[in-house]
């Protein structure tokens, strides 16, 4: 018995459908490659490791970002300034967080009441409401 030959067309096809299926497993594991750490993920063990802080301030009241906040952190005398658009991201090590795994961060701008929080890195998602003051 001969067997019988798959037209080209087939041929194509299943090449084709072979070909995005391994491009889509390629894309799929670069995304989840370049994906930022979002807070919940694991922290570092090691004394030289960093953790990172990142976010927003946002006023409070009329919902717009803040422009050059600073934010400065308990035990480290570096002050931090947002961008125009209110972004924040600091770099930190271990010492810095107390023996909870948090860090007190601060953030002050003229016309604004400061905030004093405690934050448990990693974050890279967090916004920091300002209230202005009347």
């Given at each position: 018995m001969k067997a019988k030959a798959k037209p080209a067309s087939t041929i194509w096809l299943q090449l084709a459908v072979a070909v995005?299926?391994?491009?889509?497993?390629?894309?799929?594991a670069w995304i989840q490659f370049r994906r930022?750490?979002?807070g919940?993920?694991?922290?570092?063990?090691?004394p030289g490791e960093r953790?990172?802080?990142g976010g927003r301030v946002i006023d409070g009241v009329r919902n717009v970002p803040i422009a050059h906040a600073e934010i400065s952190l308990a035990?480290?005398?570096?002050?931090?300034?947002t961008e125009d658009?209110?972004?924040?991201?600091?770099?930190?090590?271990?010492?810095t967080l107390d023996?909870?795994?948090?860090?007190?961060?601060?953030v002050s701008k003229a016309g604004y009441r400061l905030v004093d929080m405690s934050v448990s890195p990693?974050?890279?998602n967090l916004i920091i409401l300002a209230t202005p003051e009347r």
């Open positions: 995005v299926a391994a491009l889509s497993a390629v894309a799929v930022p750490s979002v919940g993920s694991v922290a570092p063990t090691q953790y990172y802080i035990g480290r005398t570096e002050v931090y300034v658009n209110g972004n924040f991201r600091i770099a930190i090590d271990r010492r023996s909870h795994g948090a860090v007190r961060l601060y990693p974050v890279e």
